[in-house]
C-alpha cells in the first residue's frame, strides 16, 4: 500500500523550558505553533510540557517508582513525529532537552524482531528559542543525539527564533511571527509529514 497525502499521521511536541505550567514560554509557543502546521498535513497529537512531570534522570526506560518517563516513552512510541522544543541556555540546549535525550538512549537497547531499533521508522525534527545567538549550535546537538537514537531527520527539520544578543525579548513577546519564522515552520512540517508517510509504508531494511 502507497502512503498518501491524507495518511493519518500522529505527532507529540515535548517541550523543554524550565518552566513548569502555567509560566509562559517561548519554546511551548513555538512548538503549538509547528504542531499547528503539522495538523495542515493530516497530522494530530499534543504537546507536553517536561517540567510538569517527575522525569528522573538517568538512562533507562523506568528509573523507578514516581518515575514520569514511562509514560511519556508510550506517547512518543505510539507517534509516527517527535518534535523536540527546547530554549537556549548558555548556548546549549536546556537541561531538561538533554535529560530528554539521556532516557531516550534507553532505545538502544530496544529493537524489534528484524534487529531494527524501535525508533527507526519515526521522524522527528527540532524548535528553538533564545534572545541569544546559538540555534544553529543547538539545533546540531539535537540533530545528533536524536539521529543517534534512531530517528530520522527531514530536509530541514528545524524551526527557530533568536532575538538580539544581551536583550530582554522574547519570542512569546513579538506582536507577530517573523516570515522567516513561520516560513521554516511551514517547512518543517511540510517535510516532516511527507518523510514520515514514506517511512510508514517503506520502512528501514532488517539490521544484521
Known amino acids: 500500500m502507497e502512503p498518501t497525502d491524507t495518511t493519518p499521521l500522529r505527532a507529540v511536541a515535548l517541550v523543554c523550558t ?20 503539522l495538523s495542515e498535513h493530516g497530522v494530530t497529537g499534543k504537546t507536553i510540557r517536561i517540567a510538569d512531570h517527575d522525569v528522573r534522570p538517568g538512562v533507562q526506560i523506568d528509573m523507578g517508582e514516581g518515575d514520569a518517563w514511562p509514560e511519556i516513552r508510550d506517547t512518543v512510541m505510539g507517534a509516527d513525529i517527535l518534535i523536540l522544543a527546547t530554549p537556549i541556555w548558555l548556548g546549549h540546549p536546556s537541561s531538561i532537552a538533554q535529560r530528554v535525550l539521556e532516557r531516550l538512549d534507553a532505545e538502544l537497547s530496544e529493537t524489534d524482531d528484524e534487529g531494527r531499533l524501535l525508533t527507526f521508522g519515526k521522524v522527528a525534527a527540532v524548535c528553538v528559542v533564545g534572545n541569544e545567538d546559538g540555534a544553529h549550535k543547538v539545533s546540531a546537538d539535537l540533530f545528533q543525539g536524536l539521529n543517534d537514537v534512531g530517528f530520522t531527520l527531514a530536509a530541514n527539520a528545524v524551526t527557530y527564533w533568536v532575538g538580539e544578543a544581551m536583550q530582554g525579548t522574547d519570542y512569546q513577546d513579538l506582536d507577530k511571527v517573523p516570515e522567516a519564522t513561520a516560513r521554516a515552520t511551514r517547512t518543517l512540517a511540510a517535510n516532516t509529514a511527507h518523510l514520515a508517510r514514506r517511512l510508514k509504508y517503506a520502512p528501514y531494511p532488517p539490521s544484521s
Open 18 to 37: 524550565l518552566s513548569p505550567s502555567p509560566a509562559p514560554s517561548s519554546s511551548q509557543l513555538l512548538a503549538e505553533q509547528t504542531m499547528a502546521a
